[in-house]
């Protein structure tokens, strides 16, 4: 089935040893979004790709960056993690960005020690 | 910001009983989407309704929108134990294509 996948769905890191989330999409969808979820809150937009054309959403942290080297991947690498960044990571897909569904993969919960 | 408030927060009901969330936004919008969250997994998409539309139906499903008041709401009929889980609106700008402003959700629990 044509899907969307995150990996790892945990990943514990130290605070401040770079980590490294990946996402893979079986879609072909141009569009490809990160979000991150805290709990019992909405999903923020960290940012998105449109093909390999990347947009930051204006608050997300310079800590925060994304890397896309093929329509299928997409990765969320946070630099210097700091206790506050604990959270779900939610990668999604979209044919056609707001105008249409997105996608969602099953998330990976990072927690940060 | 456009995100959009629902409410309630939270909602309590007994399975055969129908739900009700409702959901605003700020700005004027392109369309507006309905996601369901299980506990600890990714978000499912439900409904989709356009801003010319006033009223949707997708099985147990039924969104109104109202864009004179930029306001939605999803009515689940008939509820299920199985309809438990957290329920976000999602709005799309009408200037620009790409992203989706979420609500910060309802969570509904639904008791055999």
């Known amino acids: 089935d044509a899907m969307v996948i995150q990996n790892p769905r945990y990943q514990v890191t130290q605070f401040g040893k770079p980590v490294t989330l990946s996402c893979s999409q079986t879609l072909n969808h141009n569009v490809m979004y990160w979000y991150q979820q805290k709990s019992s809150q909405a999903p923020k937009l960290l940012f998105h790709y449109y093909d390999k054309d990347f947009n930051n959403e204006a608050d997300t942290p310079d800590n925060f960056q994304s890397r896309r080297p093929n329509t299928s991947f997409c990765f969320l690498d946070i630099r210097s993690p700091g206790l506050g960044d604990a959270a779900m990571y939610l990668c999604?897909?979209?044919?056609?960005?707001?105008?249409?569904?997105?996608?969602f993969g099953n998330g990976t919960r990072l927690t940060v020690t | 910001s456009q995100q959009g408030e629902e409410d309630p927060q939270a909602l309590s009901i007994q399975e055969g009983e129908n739900a009700t969330m409702n959901c605003s936004y700020k700005t004027s919008i392109n369309n507006l989407q309905w996601y369901r969250q299980n506990s600890g997994r990714g978000l499912v998409h439900l409904i989709l309704?356009?801003?010319?539309?006033r009223e949707k139906h997708s099985g147990r499903l039924r969104v109104t929108l109202d864009t004179s008041k930029k306001s939605s709401s999803l009515l689940i009929t008939a509820s299920r134990a199985a309809d438990t889980a957290s329920y976000f609106c999602a709005s799309a700008r009408v200037s620009g294509y790409s992203t989706l402003t979420f609500g910060k959700g309802t969570m509904l629990l639904v008791s055999p």
């Open positions: 309704i356009r801003s010319n539309e």
């Open positions: 999604a897909t979209s044919p056609e960005g707001g105008n249409s569904p997105l996608h």
